[in-house]
């Protein structure tokens, strides 16, 4: 006889289930995104996890990491270069272009909450499979939309309860200033190559404006006596990155103008921001130094170019990612309440065969009348069974003996004070219904 070696099975490295006991928060972060993006006129949308893998290499950039480093890319069965979406925006706008949402009224609004597939080394706050709440505007240029988004993830941040958010703010110009920005920055890094790390010397040939996103304490301390990009906006830029600020002193939102700040994606243009918890004990951020730590919920920008890059027509749009794992974790962590999703009304005690049987549809009755029965039909002991209402805290149980269901009663038991009363099986639904009124 052959011995089968016992495999002991994991989620994949950079995944986790999300279990019962975590689905309160879920359910709590997913009921305020809906809600607020609906009051802001949003509608929802969903992608298919996978997209053809050309549009996030022109999209998101070649050069950019969760491109080149991080996406998870294969070849299906037909030849199909696929990858598993590592950001929401991009398939949104091939929706977009697709399904002809240029003729709607503009700006469509949409929003999607998203599994999202990043190949990074796992930690706190950092996995391999993530969701985003993402919201999009599509088809208006106006600077009060850049605003509005950024209010919304206030908003959003107040619903939940939660303290100590930031927002950092940039403009990063568009195809007219960018270029005459991009070679003032290469003279000053080009007498500096030799110290970037290894990445940078690499962006420095393909991507320049990439260098004041690295990571790397050497080379963020280089960037600080960099050239800022938002002196060297034009116009256009400069006065809707002026109008982005008045509507948003305008709505009170409380924001901080970071120059560095330029967002790992290619497709964006003039305004980019993100949304930080200021917390000293935080992890999962990719702070190495000993100032508050930062820990980046979400972010986003404008990007007027991309509707053109994946071969529609120009159109302006603006839109934003929010990570839940990091909000949640958040949550968590500001001890910030999510109300059980299971709360039972009453208890169904049976006992013996002939009130199990009618157990069964009663149950039904008393589900479909909207009460929220809870049970344990594979127990036969009373004692167990009222161990297990009293566990639940249900304000109830109906107990259903072998007598009460000859004689077509049930008792109905006060938990708190242990008072009973035998009332007539089809009068009971109604009853309940009433007393879970008080
Ligand atoms: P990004 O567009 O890369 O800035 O991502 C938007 C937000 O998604 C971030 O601010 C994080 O909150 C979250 N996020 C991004 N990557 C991950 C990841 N690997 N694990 C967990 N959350 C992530």
Same mark, same amino acid.
């Given at each position: 006889? @052959? @011995?089968?070696?016992?495999?002991?099975?994991?989620?994949?490295?950079?995944?986790?289930?999300?279990?019962?006991?975590?689905?309160?928060?879920?359910?709590?972060?997913?009921?305020?995104?809906?809600?607020?993006?609906?009051?802001?006129?949003?509608?929802?949308?969903?992608?298919?996890?996978?997209?053809?893998?050309?549009?996030?290499?022109?999209?998101?950039?070649?050069?950019?990491?969760?491109?080149?480093?991080?996406?998870?890319?294969?070849? =299906?069965?037909?030849?199909?270069?696929?990858?598993?979406?590592?950001?929401?925006?991009?398939?949104?706008?091939?929706?977009?272009?697709?399904?002809?949402?240029? =003729?709607?009224?503009?700006?469509?609004?949409?929003?999607?909450?998203? &599994?999202?597939?990043?190949?990074?080394? &796992?930690?706190?706050?950092?996995?391999?499979?993530?969701? /985003?709440?993402?919201?999009?505007?599509?088809?208006?240029?106006?600077?009060?939309?850049?605003? /509005?988004?950024?209010?919304?993830?206030?908003?959003?941040?107040?619903?939940?309860?939660?303290?100590?958010?930031?927002?950092?703010?940039? =403009?990063?110009?568009?195809?007219?200033?960018?270029?005459?920005?991009?070679?003032?920055?290469?003279?000053?890094?080009?007498?500096?190559?030799?110290?970037?790390?290894?990445?940078?010397?690499?962006?420095?040939?393909?991507?320049?404006?990439?260098?004041?996103?690295?990571?790397?304490?050497?080379?963020?301390?280089?960037?600080?006596?960099?050239?800022?990009?938002?002196?060297?906006?034009?116009?256009?830029?400069?006065?809707?990155?002026?109008?982005?600020?008045?509507?948003?002193?305008? @709505?009170?939102?409380?924001?901080?103008?970071?120059?560095?700040?330029?967002?790992?994606?290619?497709?964006?243009?003039?305004?980019?921001?993100?949304?930080?918890?200021?917390?000293?004990?935080?992890?999962?951020?990719?702070?190495?130094?000993?100032?508050?730590?930062?820990?980046?919920?979400?972010?986003?920008?404008?990007?007027?170019?991309?509707?053109?890059?994946?071969?529609?027509?120009? @159109?302006?749009?603006?839109?934003?990612?929010?990570?839940?794992?990091?909000?949640?974790?958040?949550?968590?962590?500001?001890?910030?309440?999510?109300?059980?999703?299971?709360?039972?009304?009453?208890?169904?005690?049976?006992?013996?065969?002939?009130?199990?049987?009618?157990?069964?549809?009663?149950?039904?009755?008393?589900?479909?009348?909207?009460?929220?029965?809870?049970?344990?039909?594979?127990?036969?002991?009373?004692?167990?069974?009222?161990?297990?209402?009293?566990?639940?805290?249900?304000?109830?149980?109906?107990?259903?003996?072998?007598?009460?269901?000859?004689?077509?009663?049930?008792?109905?038991?006060?938990?708190?004070?242990?008072?009973?009363?035998?009332?007539?099986?089809?009068?009971?639904?109604?009853?309940?219904?009433?007393?879970?009124?008080?």
């Amino acid at each position: 006889m @052959t @011995t089968k070696t016992k495999r002991q099975f994991q989620s994949p490295k950079g995944t986790f289930d999300i279990l019962p006991e975590d689905q309160k928060y879920w359910e709590k972060v997913r009921k305020v995104i809906a809600r607020v993006a609906l009051g802001y006129g949003f509608e929802r949308i969903d992608t298919p996890i996978i997209e053809d893998a050309d549009i996030y290499s022109l999209a998101a950039g070649e050069t950019a990491d969760v491109v080149e480093k991080q996406m998870y890319v294969f070849k =299906s069965k037909g030849g199909d270069m696929l990858a598993l979406r590592p950001e929401g925006t991009a398939g949104v706008m091939r929706a977009f272009i697709e399904h002809g949402m240029a =003729s709607l009224p503009q700006p469509v609004k949409l929003y999607y909450l998203a &599994p999202m597939f990043r190949y990074e080394q &796992p930690q706190a706050g950092r996995y391999r499979q993530h969701h /985003q709440a993402g919201f999009e505007i599509i088809g208006d240029q106006d600077a009060v939309y850049d605003a /509005q988004l950024i209010h919304m993830y206030v908003v959003i941040g107040e619903e939940l309860g939660l303290k100590n958010l930031s927002i950092e703010i940039n =403009s990063i110009g568009c195809a007219k200033c960018r270029p005459t920005y991009r070679a003032q920055l290469l003279r000053y890094y080009r007498s500096r190559t030799a110290k970037l790390c290894k990445d940078c010397k690499r962006r420095i040939k393909k991507n320049p404006l990439r260098l004041l996103d690295c990571k790397e304490e050497k080379c963020a301390q280089m960037r600080v006596n960099a050239p800022n990009l938002i002196d060297h906006l034009c116009h256009e830029c400069h006065d809707h990155f002026k109008n982005v600020l008045e509507y948003l002193d305008e @709505t009170g939102v409380p924001y901080v103008l970071n120059p560095h700040l330029v967002r790992g994606f290619d497709y964006y243009t003039k305004t980019v921001f993100e949304v930080f918890l200021e917390d000293e004990h935080i992890e999962g951020g990719n702070e190495k130094t000993h100032q508050r730590a930062k820990l980046a919920l979400g972010g986003g920008g404008r990007y007027d170019y991309l509707a053109k890059t994946l071969g529609g027509r120009e @159109t302006p749009a603006v839109g934003a990612g929010l990570g839940l794992e990091r909000l949640i974790g958040v949550m968590k962590k500001q001890g910030i309440k999510a109300p059980p999703l299971y709360k039972p009304d009453v208890f169904l005690v049976q006992l013996g065969a002939l009130s199990k049987k009618k157990s069964l549809r009663l149950f039904e009755e008393l589900r479909k009348a909207g009460i929220v029965v809870a049970e344990s039909f594979g127990k036969d002991s009373i004692k167990a069974q009222l161990r297990s209402a009293d566990r639940l805290g249900v304000k109830m149980s109906l107990i259903l003996g072998q007598k009460e269901a000859i004689d077509g009663v049930i008792l109905v038991r006060e938990m708190e004070t242990g008072a009973q009363e035998s009332v007539a099986i089809e009068k009971v639904a109604k009853l309940i219904k009433e007393r879970l009124k008080k």
